[in-house]
């Protein structure tokens, strides 16, 4: 039978968006191992044949296949790698029978029947299986059976385990491709063994994260809801791996023996799964980030983006057409700007093209040239110049291109913003305890507002956000006022039955006087956008010439510095001397599990060992020295829904720890005991879902089930 192994690990430095691209590199070289020097695409290469030729080969992968490659490769990356054709296996296909083929599938019974199929008609040469995640004994039997059934065996190069059944969005972002978790969850018309198998489910993909990650983390989780069963199974299945496989597991190699419970930073990461309950707001507030702006109002999906733009047809007039977009951190403004507030994003546009326009200047006054279009057609300018100037252009082209998809991007998001009136509701949700009644009614019944989505979510924020209960007389107001506003009440109806446990959950944050809130209008705001108009692309196609009468009115705010709920939480269990008190009470008694340890983890006599949610006992009690420990890496998981506005706001967190701005901890040392120390969160969740789709969906679903 074939042999199944697990992918090489990348080098400890990488992030896991570097790992996942490793691995997927091995799987399209034929699982050969592939040069340590580099972990960039650029720089890797096709394996060859006998001939010195690269080996071409065809791609068949499912619908999380296809996920998993689309988020970090892009169709030319592939075609370096020797793939000359992509398709899905579920689509029709030809034969191709000279060439060999590479599967990348999740291990179900249908896709084993799809590929004894095709071996049995022979539309390959060979075949090179690959699984997302570890194939059950009872289906690897299965595909071994129908193998030998047809006689293919000859036709089976290679069957492996990859432990890829995970999605990457970003550097340090990752999602489980799973949708309606929090409705599986969380209703009580859901059968017991969906939900179990959903949560096996999540098991499975948290595994293979740790894979990729090749460390075996500490766990931690809150009591009494899925994360902490999540994390129990989680426990279980890592220490079977290594009871089970001793120095062969897939982790022999990067983690030596620690000692369970020391106190010092660890060099282990922690693993931290929350239940998406601890706090609904950040899935469903106005952001004014870059990054969480696109996802919102473009409905950004695995980095990918469709905007509206207006272009010039010959013979005068314009037409307005859709452009598809990929975000990814191989875009330098991106991953520079994303987690910026929207208005800096003008500047820098404006910052990069004059930039852009100075060294193109230089280019053409050289060789001498009137334009860089000119320059591509002119054959009189001087050789050498010439030469060093075709030498830049493709540099300078790529800079172009970049800059006008940002500007594309940008002018729509204005768009959504002024026919929205985000700017409003995210001004009113930077200060959401303090609005007043008439206040909140005069949002609600505003007929500029015409989005009832948005209303819902400003409601739902302040009432999940109030300390006290409206009355019933108000409340009763407000739901008429909604419903008149074409708002579906569903959502609220779920709300109401989970604010309590919301509210116990959630971390009051109070506003930094350091950095506040202003609300000046349009014109200083956006006075990037504006030069743009004025001056540099005038005359270009992609802005609109109304740009300045969408800037008109939208108001200027510098977002309040603060930390969400899951910030201080990570914060308290990774750098406890520096949390707030209100925090570590909190996380006081979090589950901790480290599956590296002995069994039995809790101190004799402590009377923390239970019963789990599942009935099975948890040896998760924390000893005091556990729930102080420290740590420099986290991977933070929700269970049941993630959002960009969390993963801003870790990230930021992580920076500003890096630049020493720790703060006072409850032990009074300023910036705790590791102060400017750089810390790295990763960031995921069962699926990333914008907020107009969590709360008309999933949300509304759980309401209208009663």
Same mark, same amino acid.
């Given at each position: 039978?074939?042999?199944?192994?697990? !992918?090489?690990?990348?080098?400890?430095?990488?992030?896991?968006?570097?790992?996942?691209?490793?691995?997927?590199?091995?799987?399209?070289?034929?699982?050969?191992?592939?040069?340590?020097?580099?972990?960039?695409?650029?720089?890797?290469?096709?394996?060859?044949?006998?001939?010195?030729?690269?080996?071409?080969?065809?791609?068949?992968?499912?619908?999380?296949?296809?996920?998993?490659?689309?988020?970090?490769?892009?169709?030319?990356?592939?075609?370096?790698?020797?793939?000359?054709?992509?398709?899905?296996?579920?689509?029709?296909?030809?034969?191709?029978?000279?060439?060999?083929?590479?599967?990348?599938?999740?291990?179900?019974?249908?896709?084993?029947?799809?590929?004894?199929?095709?071996?049995?008609?022979?539309?390959?040469?060979?075949?090179?299986?690959?699984?997302?995640?570890?194939?059950?004994?009872?289906?690897?039997?299965?595909?071994?059976?129908?193998?030998?059934?047809?006689?293919?065996?000859?036709?089976?190069?290679?069957?492996?385990?990859?432990?890829?059944?995970?999605?990457?969005?970003?550097?340090?972002?990752?999602?489980?491709?799973?949708?309606?978790?929090?409705?599986?969850?969380?209703?009580?018309?859901?059968?017991?063994?969906?939900?179990?198998?959903?949560?096996?489910?999540?098991?499975?993909?948290?595994?293979?994260?740790?894979?990729?990650?090749?460390?075996?983390?500490?766990?931690?989780?809150?009591?009494?809801?899925?994360?902490?069963?999540?994390?129990?199974?989680?426990?279980?299945?890592?220490?079977?791996?290594?009871?089970?496989?001793?120095?062969?597991?897939?982790?022999?190699?990067?983690?030596?023996?620690? =000692?369970?419970?020391?106190?010092?930073?660890?060099?282990?990461?922690?693993?931290?799964?929350?239940?998406?309950?601890?706090?609904?707001?950040?899935?469903?507030?106005?952001?004014?980030?870059?990054?969480?702006?696109?996802?919102?109002?473009?409905?950004?999906?695995?980095?990918?983006?469709?905007?509206?733009?207006?272009?010039?047809?010959?013979?005068?007039?314009?037409?307005?057409?859709?452009?598809?977009?990929?975000?990814?951190?191989?875009?330098?403004?991106?991953?520079?700007?994303?987690?910026?507030?929207?208005?800096?994003?003008?500047?820098?546009?404006?910052?990069?093209?004059?930039?852009?326009?100075?060294? @193109?200047?230089?280019?053409?006054?050289?060789?001498?040239?009137?334009?860089?279009?000119?320059?591509?057609?002119?054959?009189?300018?001087?050789?050498?110049?010439?030469?060093?100037?075709?030498?830049?252009?493709?540099?300078?082209?790529?800079?172009?291109? =970049?800059?006008?998809?940002?500007?594309?991007?940008? /002018?729509?998001?204005?768009?959504?913003?002024?026919?929205?009136?985000?700017?409003?509701?995210?001004?009113?949700?930077?200060?959401?305890?303090?609005? =007043?009644? @008439?206040?909140?009614?005069?949002?609600?019944?505003?007929?500029?507002?015409?989005?009832?989505?948005?209303?819902?979510?400003?409601?739902?924020?302040?009432?999940?956000?109030?300390?006290?209960? !409206?009355?019933?007389?108000?409340?009763?107001?407000?739901?008429?006022?909604?419903?008149?506003?074409?708002?579906?009440?569903?959502?609220?109806?779920?709300?109401?039955?989970?604010?309590?446990?919301?509210?116990?959950?959630?971390?009051? /944050?109070?506003?930094?006087?350091?950095?506040?809130?202003?609300?000046?209008?349009?014109?200083?705001?956006?006075?990037?956008?504006?030069?743009?108009?004025?001056?540099?692309?005038?005359?270009?196609?992609?802005?609109?010439? =109304?740009?300045?009468?969408?800037?008109?009115?939208?108001?200027?705010?510098?977002?309040?510095?603060?930390?969400?709920?899951?910030?201080?939480?990570?914060?308290?269990?990774?750098?406890?001397?520096?949390?707030?008190?209100?925090?570590?009470?909190?996380?006081?008694?979090?589950?901790?599990?480290?599956?590296?340890? !002995?069994?039995?983890?809790?101190?004799?006599?402590?009377?923390?060992?239970?019963?789990?949610?599942?009935?099975?006992?948890?040896?998760?009690?924390?000893?005091?020295?556990?729930?102080?420990?420290?740590?420099?890496? @986290?991977?933070?998981?929700?269970?049941?829904?993630?959002?960009?506005?969390?993963?801003?706001?870790?990230?930021?967190?992580?920076?500003?720890?890096?630049?020493?701005?720790?703060?006072?901890?409850?032990?009074?040392?300023?910036?705790?005991?590791?102060?400017?120390?750089?810390?790295?969160?990763?960031?995921?969740?069962?699926?990333?879902?914008? !907020?107009?789709?969590?709360?008309?969906?999933?949300?509304?679903?759980?309401?209208?089930?009663?």
């Amino acid at each position: 039978m074939p042999p199944k192994l697990p !992918p090489t690990v990348a080098p400890t430095h990488t992030t896991l968006r570097d790992r996942q691209v490793a691995s997927i590199e091995k799987i399209l070289n034929l699982n050969h191992d592939r040069p340590a020097a580099s972990v960039e695409l650029s720089i890797a290469s096709p394996i060859l044949n006998e001939e010195g030729e690269p080996i071409w080969k065809v791609l068949v992968f499912d619908n999380l296949g296809r996920d998993v490659i689309s988020s970090v490769l892009r169709v030319q990356d592939l075609r370096n790698f020797g793939v000359t054709i992509h398709l899905n296996i579920n689509s029709p296909r030809h034969p191709i029978p000279d060439v060999p083929v590479i599967y990348l599938v999740e291990p179900t019974s249908e896709n084993i029947k799809l590929i004894s199929s095709d071996l049995q008609r022979s539309l390959y040469q060979t075949a090179y299986v690959n699984f997302l995640s570890s194939i059950p004994r009872a289906l690897l039997e299965e595909f071994a059976a129908q193998t030998a059934q047809h006689a293919t065996s000859d036709k089976i190069a290679q069957v492996y385990d990859q432990y890829l059944n995970f999605i990457v969005s970003e550097p340090d972002l990752f999602s489980l491709g799973m949708k309606d978790v929090y409705y599986t969850l969380n209703s009580a018309q859901v059968k017991e063994e969906v939900i179990e198998s959903c949560i096996e489910r999540i098991v499975g993909g948290l595994f293979s994260l740790v894979v990729t990650l090749g460390q075996i983390p500490i766990i931690r989780c809150p009591k009494d809801n899925a994360a902490a069963i999540i994390a129990q199974k989680l426990d279980r299945k890592l220490r079977d791996h290594i009871l089970n496989s001793r120095d062969n597991n897939l982790f022999s190699k990067s983690n030596a023996p620690t =000692t369970a419970g020391h106190s010092t930073l660890s060099s282990r990461p922690v693993l931290i799964i929350l239940d998406r309950n601890i706090d609904l707001i950040p899935m469903l507030s106005h952001s004014w980030t870059y990054q969480s702006l696109v996802h919102d109002v473009l409905d950004m999906r695995l980095n990918r983006i469709t905007v509206e733009t207006i272009e010039d047809v010959p013979g005068g007039g314009q037409r307005i057409s859709k452009k598809s977009y990929d975000l990814n951190s191989n875009d330098s403004f991106w991953a520079k700007n994303a987690g910026v507030p929207f208005p800096q994003v003008a500047e820098d546009i404006d910052v990069e093209l004059t930039k852009y326009k100075e060294d @193109a200047d230089a280019i053409t006054r050289k060789a001498g040239a009137a334009s860089i279009e000119d320059l591509q057609n002119d054959v009189s300018a001087s050789a050498q110049h010439l030469k060093a100037a075709i030498t830049q252009l493709p540099e300078l082209r790529d800079r172009k291109a =970049t800059l006008d998809m940002h500007m594309n991007i940008a /002018t729509a998001l204005l768009k959504g913003i002024k026919d929205r009136g985000l700017d409003t509701f995210y001004q009113a949700e930077e200060n959401i305890t303090k609005q =007043t009644k @008439a206040q909140i009614l005069e949002m609600i019944n505003d007929p500029e507002r015409k989005n009832a989505n948005d209303k819902m979510r400003f409601f739902v924020i302040w009432y999940l956000s109030v300390e006290q209960d !409206p009355s019933r007389n108000d409340m009763a107001e407000y739901e008429a006022a909604l419903k008149q506003a074409g708002c579906d009440l569903a959502p609220l109806n779920y709300v109401k039955k989970v604010r309590e446990i919301t509210r116990m959950t959630m971390i009051t /944050t109070t506003q930094s006087t350091q950095q506040t809130s202003t609300t000046s209008t349009g014109g200083d705001l956006f006075k990037g956008f504006s030069s743009l108009v004025s001056t540099r692309l005038a005359s270009s196609t992609l802005v609109p010439s =109304t740009l300045d009468n969408l800037i008109s009115n939208v108001k200027n705010f510098l977002p309040a510095n603060r930390d969400l709920t899951v910030t201080k939480i990570v914060e308290s269990l990774m750098d406890p001397t520096s949390s707030s008190s209100s925090a570590l009470q909190k996380t006081e008694n979090y589950l901790y599990f480290d599956p590296r340890s !002995p069994r039995g983890t809790v101190p004799p006599g402590s009377g923390l060992a239970g019963l789990g949610p599942d009935g099975k006992p948890i040896h998760g009690g924390p000893s005091f020295g556990q729930r102080r420990q420290g740590f420099t890496e @986290a991977v933070v998981v929700m269970v049941g829904g993630g959002c960009m506005e969390e993963y801003g706001n870790l990230q930021e967190w992580a920076r500003k720890k890096a630049q020493g701005g720790g703060g006072v901890g409850v032990s009074g040392i300023v910036g705790g005991q590791s102060a400017g120390l750089r810390r790295r969160v990763v960031y995921g969740a069962t699926e990333l879902i914008s !907020p107009e789709r969590f709360l008309g969906g999933e949300v509304k679903r759980l309401g209208e089930d009663g």
